[in-house]
């Protein structure tokens, strides 16, 4: 009976988005994933990237939780959700136990920086976005679908660990983010 309950949980955990099978997978492809340098100071300082120009990888991003939206523009149910990401990013930056201490960031599956411009504005998105015309990111994340969120902690050797990956949004900012600050501390 023990054995049924606990596969049960783990079953509803991990179709929760709540476990990740490939978490040492993602943990390593986000680490090779290249975006290029904003151009504005502001977004370089957020994201305390120090290079002006070129591209930089996801761990050369020194906070100690980051969270990674997978969208694309054309998706409804990332459209349906930016609402909501917004209201994460507001409640992240007036907390004083996460302000500067949790930092989000978006990525364009598909999308040119033309098209995440469109995203951004239409949806009055104040976190940095990215582009991903060249599916160079989405072709690392085998299995990701948009809206994909992943929560990473720095793992203490120069990059992150990957501790929270689900499919899908959210409904409620608050909730979302207090679970990822609770699985992030749980999983050091």
């Given at each position: ?9 783990f ?19 986000i ?61 992240i ?18 999308n040119?920086?033309?098209?995440v ?33 992943f ?38």
């Amino acid at each position: 009976m023990k054995k049924v309950l606990l596969l049960t949980a783990f079953l509803l955990l991990a179709s929760a988005g709540l476990l990740c099978a490939d978490e040492l997978k993602y943990s390593k492809e986000i680490g090779t994933i290249k975006l290029n340098v904003p151009e504005d100071q502001t977004i370089r300082n957020y994201l305390g990237i120090k290079q002006k120009e070129g591209q930089f990888t996801i761990p050369q991003i020194r906070q100690g939780i980051l969270i990674v939206e997978i969208f694309n523009m054309y998706c409804p149910h990332c459209q349906h959700y930016a609402p909501k990401v917004n209201e994460l990013y507001t409640r992240i930056n007036t907390r004083p136990d996460t302000k500067g201490r949790v930092i989000i960031l978006g990525i364009g599956v598909g999308n040119s920086p033309f098209e995440v411009n469109i995203f951004r504005k239409k949806y009055n998105i104040a976190f940095p976005m990215f582009d991903d015309k060249a599916y160079s990111v989405a072709s690392k994340l085998e299995g990701v679908l948009t809206p994909h969120f992943f929560g990473m902690n720095l793992d203490g050797k120069g990059g992150y660990k990957v501790f929270y990956s689900q499919n899908g949004g959210f409904e409620n900012a608050d909730e979302f983010l207090n679970n990822l600050l609770k699985l992030s501390s749980a999983i050091k």
